[in-house]
């Protein structure tokens, strides 16, 4: 029985000894545990807000482009979606869709801009998407 105690004696002390080594190896452990996940974490918030940014530059062109329309009278659909065009392509240079439709309601005639975008969500190597993002600007016409 006492060679039991003695062991158990020994296995506490060795569990309550203040080993500076011992503490090191366990920061380590706890720092490639971390590590990963928080690097995956700033990757995925810069991926989202690059995605926020795209999203601004289309709603930005879009009344960069509904501006126009509402100052040029006689302007036509391909030059509002020229306007729309030139307004993205000072921040991006790739390709977006462009919608112009026009309507009417209490007898106002009213142009509906609308630019999308497909993109994807880059989570540090892993590609969420497509995702669709679209800026949408309606504004009346001058009569």
């Known amino acids: 029985m006492s060679l039991h ?3 158990l004696a020994r296995l506490r002390a060795r569990r309550t000894d203040d ?5 090191r190896g366990a920061a380590a452990v706890e720092f490639a545990v971390i590590a990963p996940v928080f690097v995956l974490l700033l990757v995925s918030v810069a991926g989202l807000g690059d995605l ?8 930005h062109a879009a009344e960069e482009a509904g501006r126009y329309a ?8 391909k030059q509002i979606e020229d306007v729309f065009r030139t307004a993205f392509a ?3 240079s790739t390709p977006v869709t462009v919608a112009v ?3 009417t309601a209490s007898g106002v005639n009213f142009v509906t801009i609308t630019g999308s975008y497909q993109s994807v969500w880059d989570l540090g190597g892993y590609r969420i998407g497509p995702v669709v993002l679209q ?3 309606r504004v009346p016409l001058a009569s």
Do not use: I, W
């Not at 926020?52 to 709603?59: D, E, G, K, M, V």
């Not at 509402?70 to 659909?77: F, L, N, V």
């Open 101 to 103: 439709t026009y309507d």
């Open 52 to 59: 926020f940014a795209l999203r601004n530059t289309l709603q």
């Open 135 to 137: 800026g949408r600007s």
């Open 90 to 92: 000072k921040v991006r």
């Open 19 to 23: 080993d500076p080594a011992l503490e």
């Open 70 to 77: 509402m100052a040029e009278a006689d302007a036509t659909q």
């Open 5 to 7: 105690y003695s062991f």
